[in-house]
């Protein structure tokens, strides 16, 4: 890994994704796509930085303050983007959907699901409305779990934008 030999990034990652995701929850005590994020950045970090290292029990409790460190870097992201969005809606009330009456909410969101494929609203289904792992749907759709949550972030990422207004 240190050489940035590919393989062994992949087989490190294989062989300590379960563990960097119990780390992430752990550390978060959040949902199961937050953990996600937190191991990716964690993997991304691990792959860009790794130096050579003489024994497993080091490298692996590297790897876990990494994850912690990822963890704790997100958490604030997150807080940091909640903060800017509250203090954006609070000046800009129109422009938050928060103040919608249920109804308006239920048409904004049926206008926006009718801009996806009927594919992608089945992915949703299964991980939304079926509470199906990312494992679970990836399955189902004969693909790989980081595939389908790519794929998964970068559908709600477009729904939130036509949500808002804005080009996806």
Request: glycine share 4%.
């Amino acid at each position: 890994m240190a050489r940035g030999d590919s393989d062994a990034v992949s087989t490190f990652y294989e062989a300590n994704f379960e563990r960097a995701l119990a780390i992430a929850r752990s550390a978060t005590g959040r949902d199961e796509s937050f953990c996600l994020d937190v191991v990716q950045d964690a993997m991304v970090k691990i792959a860009r930085c790794t130096k050579p290292i003489s024994d497993y029990a080091t490298l692996m409790c590297w790897m876990a303050r990494v994850v912690r460190t990822s963890a704790l870097d997100t958490l604030r992201r997150e807080a940091r983007r909640s903060r800017r969005e509250r203090a954006h809606a609070s000046t800009h009330p129109a422009l938050s959907t928060i103040n919608l009456v249920p109804s308006d909410r239920a048409e904004l969101l049926a206008r926006t699901l009718d801009q996806i494929t009927p594919d992608d609203r089945a992915l949703l289904g299964l991980r939304f409305i079926d509470d199906r792992t990312l494992e679970h749907v990836a399955a189902a759709v004969g693909s790989t779990g980081p595939a389908v949550h790519g794929r998964i972030r970068r559908l709600l990422a477009r729904l939130r934008a036509a949500a808002h207004g804005d080009t996806p």
